[in-house]
């Protein structure tokens, strides 16, 4: 049976692994910058985690400000500059910028990257911690987690030291991100920011045991643990020892190493990591072929991911699972395969995927990849944590069953996408509870507040009903089933063409400044004239 695509003719030859997209020149980013609307209730600033104050931030470098817009990214997200490079935009801010539905979302990802690069490429401090309080804080697990959460208990004045079990700080930021998307020496930045907070870093001490965990306890005020996960977990077929790890072989390509693919490749698996393990074969020279048991609908892998395997020359074999790795001498000859199809959807939701008798077949190559997720972390169970479907269970504060003893990221992440911008976002939810637990109050933003001036405009209200305020109200706001045409309403015909005005809802003026207004319908619908006074710089 044949891939569901064809394969280019000819494997390219190596190209060197950069970052894919160059970094932004200052007249780049100035165009760039000012090409923002700076909606005053900017739906960017919502759909990101972290909350960063995007339309700020922007609007600084629009101003020549690089200094001040990075401070105004790094308050809110200390990893800046890895979230810049990582972080699905398309799914997020730029996915939520109101210039998308009919134009190009500004480059929100690069205008960051440019940004914090500035001040970390030449060593600028902004930060400077509060007086010592004298309390200790142990963080076991130096990823996106644990950064986040060391750097704001640093800032607040805890003595804080950061346990990392490998040679280099940064985990999944240094080890397991593909060059393409970060080099290494971006995540040793954050590191080293880090560090000049204050904060000790010790490399290559790891948490095994209980006892180790009540010795910290004994010495610490409070414990987080961001053990992130495990290794790619086993599949159980036959010859599976000749099957190399994807993050391994990621982990390879970032420290220089030989990565073992050759000249045939089959990558196991349809998410992130299994496009990023792809993507190194692929530009080791190798035909690289993607087999998953589901059709391209059940993807795990975020859609702009997919396209992009695809314009790199990476091929698609869907409804395929391997069921042996065929070797000889040693050396991988090829993956037996079996076609499957699609039954009742399972406990996520999915279809479920059932072998169809007698469709085995053979793709010959001589490297197998397996990215199939990872493993939950077995360490949880050896501290005795209670857990939740083998993530660490916390409550809502990010406390674990154990008194003073915290967790965030990956490792607790049984509900929702694992991804490098919540785990930053865990960080700052573990600080700021830890915070409170010492009797002291948090000045870690988690969540911003929206501007009232917009929830409480008549033309809002009557757009949309007044702003859930309810225990039990879950929805960002009520949306009613008819009413009126109003201002939100309205619309642009050029050429037969219709097109709705996207721009109001978020760039709304003050009341005060409607009432200013002889005609308050016209101002409501011109977006920039209420950022100059909505926003100041």
């Known amino acids: 049976m044949e891939p569901t695509r064809p394969a280019p003719p000819a494997a390219p030859s190596p190209q060197p692994f950069q970052e894919l997209l160059p970094p932004m020149t200052a007249h780049e980013a100035s165009v760039e910058a000012n090409r923002c609307l700076y909606c005053y209730d900017a739906p960017c600033l919502q759909a990101c985690p972290t909350h960063i104050d995007i339309p700020t931030f922007i609007r600084k470098i629009a ?8 401070r105004t990214i790094l308050e809110s997200n200390f990893l800046g500059g890895t979230c810049a490079r990582v972080c699905p935009v398309q799914e997020l801010c730029e996915g939520a910028c109101v210039l998308g539905p009919d134009h190009t979302p500004i480059q929100i990802g690069r205008l960051q990257r440019h940004a914090v690069d500035h001040v970390q490429e030449r060593g600028i401090q902004l930060f400077t911690p509060a007086p010592a309080t004298g309390r200790r804080v142990a963080v076991v697990g130096s990823g996106p987690a644990g950064i986040s959460a060391s750097a704001e208990l640093a800032k607040a004045g805890h003595d804080v030291t950061l346990y990392e079990k490998r040679e280099l700080g940064g985990g999944l930021s240094t080890y397991g991100i593909i060059v393409l998307r970060e080099p290494v020496e971006v995540a040793l930045r954050e590191v080293q920011a880090v560090r000049d907070l204050g904060v000790t870093v010790v490399t290559g001490h790891e948490l095994t045991t209980r006892p180790d965990l009540d010795d910290l306890l004994t010495t610490n005020d409070a ?17 599976e020892d000749h099957i ?17 693919v050759g000249t045939r490749a089959v990558i196991i ?3 992130n990591t299994a496009v990023d393990a792809a993507t190194i074969a692929r530009r080791s020279g190798a035909d690289t072929l993607m087999v998953y048991r589901r059709t391209e609908r059940e993807m ?37 395969c079996v076609r499957m199809g699609l039954g009742a959807p399972d406990a996520s939701g999915r279809a479920r995927p059932e072998p169809i008798p007698g469709s085995d077949f053979v793709i010959p190559c001589d490297t197998v990849i397996s990215a199939i997720g990872q493993e939950k972390p077995a360490l949880a169970a050896t501290l005795g944590l209670d857990l939740d479907g083998g993530y660490i269970r916390v409550d809502d504060t990010l406390q674990t069953s154990l008194p003073r003893v915290y967790a965030a990221g990956d490792c607790v992440r049984a509900r929702g996408n694992a991804s490098t911008v919540m785990a930053v976002q865990d960080g700052k939810i573990a600080a700021a509870s830890i915070e409170r637990a010492l009797g002291r109050t948090p000045h870690v933003t988690l969540k911003p507040t929206p501007p009232a001036e917009v929830r409480e405009h008549p033309l809002y209200i009557e757009a949309h009903g007044p702003v859930p305020t309810g225990p039990n109200q879950t929805a960002p706001w009520p949306t009613r089933p008819s009413r009126r045409p109003t201002m939100a309403d309205l619309s642009i015909d050029f050429a037969g063409i219709r097109s709705p005005n996207p721009f109001w809802l978020a760039s709304a003026p003050p009341p005060t400044a409607a009432r200013r207004s002889t005609a308050p319908s016209s101002t409501a619908g011109a977006a920039p004239s209420g950022r100059p006074s909505a926003r100041p710089c």
């Open 244 to 260: 190399l790890d994807g993050l391994s072989v990621i982990e390879a390509s970032k420290m220089e190493q030989p990565t073992g």
């Open 63 to 70: 101003t020549g400000n690089l200094r001040g817009s990075a």
């Open 223 to 239: 414990v987080i643990l961001a053990l992130g996960l495990g290794a790619v977990p086993a599949i159980g077929i036959p010859g």
């Open 269 to 271: 698996g349809a998410g």
């Open 300 to 336: 795990t892998a975020y859609h702009h991911e997919y396209l992009f395997a695809l314009s790199e020359g990476i091929t698609f074999s869907f409804l395929t699972q391997p069921v042996e790795v065929l070797h000889e001498g040693g050396q991988v000859t090829g993956l037996r």
